[in-house]
């Protein structure tokens, strides 16, 4: 019985570390004094755990078109704020608002997503109060 322990305990803090070393903090990859607003089409969601993506094609100033991905919270988490898999379509315009990635890849973590219609849904917890 006691060679089960042995095996064990090592195993479930090895799954516990590698768990913890997975999840990020939104100031190692974004920096939150470089905010950005994109006004695009939407190509694709990518609605799946750790955190939904949305995928644009951004019109840039010179006129030319750049491809950026937008992270969004948890599935669950953009559920209780009101999204589903199904609260955009490939084509809508939407405007998102959110802070660039520190690698300087056209990157944003999302704060909110603005439809022409005039709905708002917000990303993770980042409804205001």
């Known amino acids: 019985m006691n060679m089960r322990y042995l095996v064990l305990i090592p195993c479930l803090a090895l799954f516990a570390a590698t768990g913890l070393q997975a999840h990020h903090s939104l100031t190692a990859e974004y920096d939150q004094s470089k905010k950005v607003t994109l006004h695009g089409t939407l190509n694709s969601i990518d609605w799946r755990n750790p955190h ?3 995928y644009l094609t951004v019109k840039e100033e010179n ?12 599935p669950n988490a953009m559920t209780r704020q009101g999204w ?28 909110n997503v603005k439809f022409k219609d005039g709905r708002v849904l917000w990303s993770q917890s980042q409804r205001p109060e």
């Open 52 to 54: 939904a993506w949305i």
């Open 63 to 74: 006129g030319s078109t750049s491809k950026w991905q937008c992270e969004l919270g948890s």
């Open 84 to 111: 589903s898999q199904d609260a955009a379509k490939a084509g809508d315009e939407l405007v998102v608002e959110g802070l660039l990635a520190k690698d300087g890849s056209k990157t944003c973590s999302t704060r």
